[in-house]
């Protein structure tokens, strides 16, 4: 069964950090681009973040530029890390794991969602 799970979320209070992770079953993700997307309440979900198939491009959206960093496990491409730093309370929302989307420019997501992770930022 192929599947994307996600690990990492919890509290974190303003100015801290956190670090998400999603890991890849049931096929080789290494040839597909990967991103997270966030959906906090009330709102739409959005695009955070994404990652080439290789690791050596990275896309965010403006409100977390300078402050998170998406990243490929170099031992295991199917594994993907979301360090965020410098959180804000507006970072509060759940966390979505996604592949084979593109990411860069115009954002199309792929089919895969992963079950997502509750991310609270306190101030």
């Known amino acids: 069964q192929v599947q994307l799970v996600e690990s990492g979320g919890g509290l974190g209070q303003a100015g801290g950090s956190l670090r998400l992770s999603c890991a890849a079953s049931?096929?080789?993700?290494?040839?597909?681009?990967m991103g997270w997307f966030r959906q906090a309440p009330g709102k739409e979900r959005e695009f955070v973040a994404g990652?080439?198939?290789?690791?050596?491009?990275?896309?965010y959206t403006d409100s977390v530029k300078g402050r998170f960093t998406m990243s490929r496990d170099n031992n295991d491409k199917n594994t993907v890390h979301l360090q965020m730093n410098s959180l804000k309370p507006e970072d509060t929302a759940v966390y979505y794991c996604?592949?084979?989307?593109?990411?860069?420019?115009?954002?199309?997501?792929?089919?895969?969602w992963g079950q997502g992770t509750q991310v609270t930022v306190s101030s």
């Open positions: 049931g096929r080789t993700f290494g040839n597909y681009a």
């Open positions: 990652i080439t198939s290789g690791g050596s491009y990275t896309y």
């Open positions: 996604n592949a084979g989307g593109v990411y860069s420019g115009a954002v199309y997501p792929g089919v895969l």
